[in-house]
């Protein structure tokens, strides 16, 4: 079966760290485009960015409020994709999502409260 | 990066047709802005119903459809189910990221 995980979401102060996971199985992370999407409470949905599968170059692009702070990789050995957020801000607490865009995980909630 | 817009809230009877717009602040949306439309119901993940414009996934209903209309991404509703009822929203490409809309809330009713 198709499945993503995401964990690793936390409450965590402004202008700390956390990293995020997307454990994926049924099929090989690298050779898919994938995004990472939020979503603020009672609020629409939001692109975060998203890394291309190896074929396609593996590259990593950014929306423009996360850019300089998050950073998207990947550990092909387990098959799994890693959101590392840094300078975090209130404004970026929400649920976190990884796609592949034919399979959504269940997300996982950032909370940045001091 | 550019604003997209939807209409925030629509009502279709059950039976009915509906159609979600998708417009894009720099200009026309075409096939170039690779038009995704998702689903997502309260407290569950986004679902993904159309991609390039038009292309349908194995679990996409076929009242489901998506085209280009009047210089917007469109999302088709034809013969409305209670089920349906939920927030959609679109995903624009725009140069190397995407943008999505503040997306509709569509009511069955």
């Known amino acids: 079966e198709v499945q993503l995980v995401e964990s690793g979401g936390d409450l965590v102060k402004p202008g700390g760290s956390l990293r995020l996971s997307c454990a994926a199985s049924?099929?090989?992370?690298?050779?898919?485009?994938v995004t990472w999407v939020r979503q603020a409470p009672g609020k629409g949905l939001e692109w975060v960015g998203r890394i291309k599968s190896k074929a396609s170059g593996g590259t990593m692009d950014y929306a423009a409020p996360v850019k300089g702070r998050f950073t998207i990789s990947r550990d092909d050995s387990k098959n799994t994709l890693y959101l590392e957020m840094n300078s975090l801000k209130t404004e970026d607490t929400a649920v976190y999502y990884c796609?592949?865009?034919?399979?959504w995980g269940q997300g996982t909630l950032v909370t940045v409260s001091s | 990066q550019a604003v997209v817009t939807q209409e925030p809230s629509l009502t279709v009877s059950p039976g009915g047709t509906v159609t979600l717009t998708c417009g894009s602040s720099?200009?026309?949306?075409?096939?170039?802005?690779?038009p995704s439309w998702f689903q997502q119901k309260p407290g569950q993940a986004p679902k993904t119903l159309i991609y390039d414009t038009t292309k349908k996934h194995s679990w996409t209903p076929a009242r489901f459809s998506g085209s280009l209309l009047g210089g917007k991404a469109a999302l088709t509703l034809s013969g409305a189910q209670p089920e349906d009822e939920g927030d959609y929203y679109c995903l624009l490409s725009d140069g190397g990221v995407r943008v999505f809309g503040g997306g509709t809330k569509l009511t069955v009713l």
């Open positions: 720099r200009g026309a949306v075409t096939s170039g802005h690779y």
């Open positions: 049924g099929f090989t992370l690298s050779d898919a485009w």
């Open positions: 796609s592949t865009g034919n399979c």
